[in-house]
């Protein structure tokens, strides 16, 4: 086998390992669990005034994005430090100067093990009927007061937010993920995906190169779609 072959092998490898890495999240899954990605998504330009989370908590336009987890057509897939269903490959072997299951360094019975971390999320959310039928029917200054998404283009479109934790990133964790979330969504009937990507953003690029297209602005953001039918 030549070099070649060997970093093709190698890369093949990786990305399996990566892929079972990779999970959906269920409907219960709390909305703590996404503070940290919605963080990252307010918060991904260095250049900009820092929105803390405790802000972002009490903002309509964030709280669009995760409160109130599990309403009809969300779906989110994380990506895991280590394999949900066992441990990475560090784990699996003991050292002399580890204790292992069978001998605790402090004798005590070894503690559960705790969930494994999250380094990634994808998720979509649609926009609440009610707001979109206002959006849609209301001709006077009351129609934008309910929030719709910064990536809203039609009420059975879903908007797709995805972040990756900085010393996670440059990995091909974000382009999995999104591929995983966009094949959940066409199994589940939506006909595109949306999302919205400010100016100066490099994301824009993993989104361009994997079928999404611009079809308006909000503000000083590209609206893009990817059609999934």
Wanted: proline share 6%.
């Amino acid at each position: 086998m030549n070099e070649r072959q060997n970093q093709d092998s190698a890369e093949a490898a990786r990305r399996t390992e990566l892929r079972s890495r990779i999970r959906p999240l269920g409907a219960e899954t709390p909305d703590e669990a996404f503070l940290p990605f919605l963080d990252l998504c307010f918060n991904w330009s260095m250049d900009k005034p820092r929105i803390d989370v405790d802000e972002l908590l009490e903002r309509d336009d964030a709280a669009f994005y995760f409160k109130d987890w599990g309403r009809e057509g969300d779906i989110a897939v994380a990506a895991y430090a280590k394999d949900p269903n066992g441990g990475d490959a560090a784990d699996e072997q003991p050292s002399e100067d580890r204790p292992t299951e069978d001998q605790p360094a402090d004798g005590q019975p070894p503690a559960a093990d705790s969930e494994p971390e999250i380094i990634g999320l994808a998720w979509l959310r649609l926009a609440a009927f009610d707001a979109v039928i206002e959006k849609s029917t209301d001709t006077t200054a009351e129609a934008d007061s309910r929030f719709t998404g910064y990536g809203w283009v039609a009420g059975d479109i879903p908007e797709l937010s995805l972040a990756v934790l900085p010393d996670h990133q440059s990995q091909g964790i974000g382009g999995m993920l999104l591929d995983v979330v966009c094949t959940l969504a066409k199994m589940s009937g939506f006909p595109a995906v949306s999302l919205s990507v400010e100016d100066g953003n490099g994301a824009a690029r993993l989104y361009h190169d994997r079928g999404f297209v611009t079809v308006g602005r909000n503000g000083d953001a590209d609206i893009l779609v990817r059609q999934l039918k």
